[in-house]
């Protein structure tokens, strides 16, 4: 029996998941978590096989920091191909081996993933590989910090007075953004960013 822990955001996908996984005779959902801060604790006490972890969960560094410890079950971590920089958390994390896929892959694909990762198979999506080496970003490093502040609705005066520019400045950089990204509005420009992993 192939022990397998959930850690994904939203209830209603997680759920979906574990009880297609529960279907399957030689797995068994030992837990289902939808914080990172959980899974450290879950699997030194859950002892899972395997445990399939939600990239969004994960991060871009930090917040991987609760799986790092030496006994790691294998990770399957589930990535949004439109935002590959978020394998960044993952890369991090010190487990025995990690497999990637598509978090739009068909259930069937998460139940092979496992399977495979409990026999210390590797599991890499090849969209996913495509994805992450057409992540650069054609943003300059403050353009990169302003589109992040504007990204939380800072309104231009604070997005100025955070990253210590004018606000014509600031107006300039989002313009540029703007026109790099191919974006009418600004909200338009974030959402284009974080589909590219700009963000």
């Known amino acids: 029996m192939i022990r397998t822990l959930l850690a994904l955001d939203g209830a209603l996908i997680r759920g979906a998941l574990a009880f297609v996984l529960a279907t399957e005779d ?7 978590l ?19 972890v939600d990239s969004e969960l994960l991060g871009t560094g930090g917040p991987a ?8 079950c294998p990770l399957l971590v589930l990535v949004d191909a439109r935002r590959p920089r978020t394998l960044g958390g993952a890369l991090h994390a010190r487990s025995r081996t990690v497999g990637f896929l598509g978090n739009d892959v068909t259930p069937q694909r998460v139940v092979d993933g496992v399977r495979r990762l409990a ?10 590989v495509v994805a992450a080496l057409n992540t650069e970003s054609p943003l300059t490093l403050r353009e990169t910090e302003v589109l992040e ?22 107006r300039n950089h989002l313009s540029r953004i703007a026109a790099k990204a191919g974006a009418r509005t600004r909200i338009e420009a974030v959402r284009i960013a974080r589909e590219g992993g700009w963000i």
């Open 119 to 128: 026999r210390g198979e590797p599991v890499v999506d090849a969209d996913l």
């Open 34 to 52: 939808d914080r990172i801060e959980q899974v450290g604790p879950a699997i030194r006490s859950r002892r899972p096989d395997v445990a399939v």
């Open 65 to 72: 920091g609760s799986l790092r410890y030496e006994h790691s």
């Open 26 to 32: 030689d797995i068994d959902v030992v837990a289902e």
């Open 149 to 170: 502040i504007a990204a939380d609705g800072a309104p231009v005066v604070e997005i100025a007075a955070r990253v210590g520019l004018s606000p014509g400045t600031v």
